[in-house]
């Protein structure tokens, strides 16, 4: 019986773990490319750990120093992203299939036959173990294969693949105290958010080496999967205990997680859901307002969030002159992102790049919830009104423009007073605005994107909008630190938007990226109005 409750997730899943693992790995590969051709030399690594080390806000988005040999530094530059890749693959994959099955009716189809409550459950611990089993394999063999060493190469994929083990069992917990699966996906990307951090205020409190290039976290490193995956120290210790730490960590999560779903009813969960009022309010009665009242919650988060990539463009510019004044490869890197301006102009294009990505998932999500209501059946009786269908999706369309808007201007807000407070001029508030302006429009391709994918194939609008904006997000950031033709970095709309550089505005893409936006919009509009229902999931 399991075996074919596992035939029947890899049918479902094969596309999805298909694209995170291959973009884990092609990362993985990609990275030691970027690093042999922007720091060649022992000293020019050696001077940028020393520069991370100097400044902890650094070490908050980075890897932790572990030696400046070629495997070293390219662990402290990709392992974070590799070890996010591998917790978000794990995370969606199980809350899919545990409390999104509850919500769609197949856990209870399958718990009258005789595979029962918890077998389903048992099979999905056993897919998103092979999963990650597969992941460590395949970034394994890119690191081999760029020549670097057999070890350090298959402990820094071990460490990504135990994070996603961890965040696994995390994921399972979660389904278990969410009534639904929006719950719990939100509940456990705030788990994510607040290891990572954790980690990074680990690291950023730790203790440095004599000659800079190792760092000894602090005690708050390990209380994160992320941090146990950084103290296996690829290439340098080697060590596999906090591979074997994290993988018992979520191998107990699942069994918990198992026993807990044996505590409950199907559909019930260890969270009980808010009481609803008898009767809506009047402010609650068109499908505009419905649309904005569902997307409230992910929206405050996603505008924090903005808000701190706001303030962090303002008040970093100051850590950045002062590594810049000791090595140029800081500069040329952040250029290579940017391509225009001064240094100042650069490091707030960089972090409002960052900030176009944070709206664009804001975008995707809000038009995702679009397919959720009609899987969940709470869109057909909305459409069994007058309302119409093209007014229907255009609600969503508009509350995620919006959305995006609010991000970025909550971003634009907090950057105007980390500039005020660092004394900033009228060009850095100039530089804000422009730039916060070309990621809004960015973002809002997204929105189109997800929209027209929600009308032509709707079974797969979830995973090839994500799909979309995270090789969007790969071009965008990393192509031009991985070396990447202009040409595929180009093809990111966050690489083409609109940047100060001195006195003039350099406006790039910006025509392009309208009009992608008026055609989606008026596409996924037009063909709405002959598209049927499509309930199933």
């Known amino acids: 019986m399991i075996t074919a409750l596992l035939r029947q997730r890899f049918r479902r899943d094969w596309l999805q773990l298909l694209l995170w693992i291959l973009g884990t790995a092609l990362m993985a590969f990609a990275g030691y490319s970027g690093v042999t051709q922007s720091y060649a030399t022992f000293e020019d690594r050696q001077n940028i750990l020393a520069a991370a080390i100097a400044n902890p806000v650094i070490l908050m988005f980075r890897g932790l120093p572990s ?15 590799l070890a996010i890749l ?25 718990a009258a036959t005789p595979a029962g409550r918890t077998l389903p459950t048992i099979a999905t611990i056993v897919h998103g173990v092979l999963a990650n089993v597969v992941l460590t394999v395949l970034t394994a063999l890119a690191l081999i294969s760029t020549g670097l060493d057999a070890a350090g190469s298959i402990v820094a994929a071990a460490a990504a693949g135990a994070t996603g083990v961890a965040f696994l069992g995390i994921g399972l917990i979660a389904a278990q105290l969410m009534r639904t699966s929006r719950g719990a996906n939100s509940l456990t990307v705030w ?18 080496s004599d000659d800079l290039t190792h760092i000894t976290s602090a005690w708050p490193a390990w209380l994160s999967p992320f941090g146990w995956a950084e ?28 026993v807990l779903q044996s505590m409950r009813d199907i559909g019930a969960s260890f969270i009980a859901p808010r009481l609803g009022r008898a009767h809506a309010r009047p402010a609650l009665s068109s499908t505009h307002a419905l ?61 409002f790049t960052m900030l176009g990505i944070v709206a664009g998932c804001c975008a995707v999500q809000t038009v995702v919830r679009a397919r959720q209501e009609e899987t969940h059946g709470t869109a057909e009786p909305i459409l069994g009104t007058p ?26 807000v907090f950057a105007f007073v980390g500039a005020a407070a660092a004394g900033g001029d009228a060009d850095m508030y100039r530089t804000v605005l422009i730039d916060g302006a070309g990621q809004a429009v960015a973002a809002s391709v997204f929105t189109v994107i997800t ?87």
Not at 193 to 208: C, D, E, K, Q, S
Request: aromatic share 8%; glycine share 10%; proline share 3%.
């Open 67 to 81: 030696g400046a040999s070629q495997g070293a530094f390219l662990v402290f530059e990709v392992l974070p992203w």
């Open 86 to 110: 591998a917790a978000l693959m794990s995370l969606f994959l199980a809350v899919r299939h545990t409390r999104a099955d509850e919500e769609a009716g197949r856990s209870e189809l399958l």
């Open 191 to 208: 788990v994510l958010v607040a290891t990572f951090l954790l980690r990074g205020i680990g690291n950023a409190a730790g203790t440095p």
């Open 231 to 258: 103290q296996t120290r690829p290439f340098d210790a080697n060590a596999w205990g906090p591979v074997v730490l994290a993988v018992g960590f979520g191998i107990a999560l699942a069994i918990v997680a198992t």
């Open 291 to 351: 649309v904005w009242r569902l997307s409230a919650g992910s929206l405050i988060g996603w505008a924090v969030g903005g808000a701190l990539t706001g303030i962090l463009a303002t008040t970093l510019g100051s850590v950045v002159d002062q590594i810049a004044g000791e090595n140029q490869a800081v500069v040329d890197i952040l250029k290579k992102i940017a391509q225009a301006g001064s240094l100042d102009e650069v490091v707030v294009t960089v972090f």
């Open 387 to 412: 309302v119409r269908r093209v007014a229907w999706l255009a609600d969503y369309l508009i509350v995620a423009t919006c959305s995006v808007l609010i991000v970025v201007a909550a971003a634009v």
């Open 451 to 537: 929209g027209l994918v929600f009308v032509l194939l709707p079974r797969a609008t979830m995973g090839i909008a994500w799909a979309v904006l995270l090789v969007a997000t790969m071009l965008g950031m990393f192509g031009p630190l991985f070396g990447m033709p202009e040409w595929t970095t180009n093809l990111s709309p966050f690489s083409v938007t609109p940047v100060v550089s001195g006195s003039d505005v350099d406006l790039r893409g910006l025509w392009w990226l309208v009009l992608a936006i008026a055609v989606g919009a008026a596409a996924s509009l037009t063909l709405m109005r002959r598209r049927e229902l499509a309930t199933s999931g």
